[in-house]
């Protein structure tokens, strides 16, 4: 080969790498993600919830989001801020906290029927309010005439319904002299924050003593610039939770890196162990997950987590909204939290019972796409949601096409010589076979140029007069291409 033709040659090899842009240079950070997705069994366990209950429950139930014959059109735990009440009123409701309705087994009951895996409890809101007889303030359910610990009736009574409980902590508190959302300007502001963090930290360390079953904690109201400007502290606290309960689970709601960054680094990487900001939102395809672990908490009316009286304020979500969207929340590789606000008395209202109810007959009979599944082989379709687990496709159809044929594009095979085809298919409700549409004649599949191949399945009568979305389960199989060639010569 001639001299200047290798050199033409290596300068062509070379190319690919002096061509790319550059690659971003790494910033050194020391409390940023410190390594990526967990693989440990309380994560893998975690990944399999499918779908989970947020419940929020403080004495913010009491006024129920009303007032003096105000309504506040806020959010009810909020109610504090709301203007309708002073300061002082608020911080004194506690005194008639009294739920003598509570009954944690029949809340515990009530969630595994409606198909929850896991449980996030407010053991703090906002407003300071312990749930549990904190030894660090008076501002607790100890002090209430009802005086028993909350927080330990619910881990007991979900934990024996094998649901298992994470704990919702805000780190804003209201009700703390040391809390300041700004950093401290003053040494004397400096002190009293001081001791805020010290109360913050010594109240996580009594949780996780006092709850040993607790999977997780859920972190809010951490958005403070006080709070992220202690990224090392706050760091080295969250190392130190983690050392004394190992596989303790925190979310990307906990702590800034040095830069101040939230939930993802200065590198664009997770902090913790799921990213916390679909909240209230789901991410529209799989790139927008960016591979990460993920929940999305749900409140059923817009956006009332704690308990409002008057749910005529906005949109109440059905149990077919709530349904779709935790199969979506599955087939984007996440877990989906529906938010409770049982009344001041201890009751979980009418509207929330009968949604759960309605979920959890749907679960029952279709929760396989749900739980331990993650989004699958096929692409996205119109007629809803795939998810798989092992080699299980689940098939959650949300538009039944107006002829009864579901059309299913199978994937491309990896192997240039092969094709896939539906192997298995099956009703999950039915638990009948789900047929092809022609099958086993001429014309019963045709494919793309991508070489893509695409089914008819046929949805009997019976489905159909459900008026439910419901779930086909198939396996496909890879066959050689030539079989199908010879047979798509046929027909041509
Ligand atoms: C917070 C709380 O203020 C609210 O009361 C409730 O407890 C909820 C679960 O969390 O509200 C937020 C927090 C973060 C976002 C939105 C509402 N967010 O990141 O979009």
Known sequence: MKPFIILFLSALMTLPTTAQTPAKERITLQHGSHGGKRTDAEMQRWREYGIGQFIHWGVYAIPGGQWNGKTSTGAAEWFRSSGLISKEEYDNLYKQFNPTDFDAKKWAKQAKQMGARYMIFTTKHHDGFCMWPSKYTDYTIAHTPYKKDIVKELVDAYTAEEIDVYLYFSIIDWNHPGYQSAPAGNDKDKARYEKFKAFTRNQLIELLTNYPATKGLWFDGSWDKAWIEESAWVDDLGEELRAMHPGLIIGSRFRADEKGNRHVDANGELIDDYDQRFERNLPADLKEV????????????????????????????????????????????????????????????????????????????????????????????????????????????????????????????????????????????????AQINGNGKAGTYYRDKTGASYYDLIIPEKIQQTNQPFVIVIQLKEIDKKDQDAYQQAIT
Not at 312 to 317: F, T
Not at 381 to 402: C, E, H, R
Not at 405 to 418: A, E, F, H, T, Y
Request: glycine fraction near 8%.
């Open 290 to 433: 960016g591979g990460n672990d993920w929940d999305c908490a749900m409140t059923i009316p817009e956006n009332q987590w704690g308990y409002h009286r008057d749910w005529s304020l906005s949109y109440v979500k059905t149990p077919y909204d709530l349904i779709e969207m935790a199969v979506k929340a599955n087939s984007l590789d996440g877990n989906f939290v529906i938010n409770f606000g049982p009344d001041g008395k201890g009751n979980i209202r009418k509207e929330e019972t009968d949604i759960a109810k309605g979920i959890g007959d749907w679960t029952a009979v279709n929760g396989a796409a749900i739980y331990g599944t993650h989004h699958s082989l096929l692409e996205k379709q119109d007629w809803g949601y795939s998810t798989q687990k092992d080699s299980a496709i689940y098939l959650s159809v949300f538009n039944k096409p107006m002829n009864n044929l579901l059309r299913v594009k199978l994937p491309k095979s990896k192997n240039p010589n092969r094709i896939y085809v539906i192997e298995k298919a099956r009703f999950l409700s039915t638990k009948e076979p």
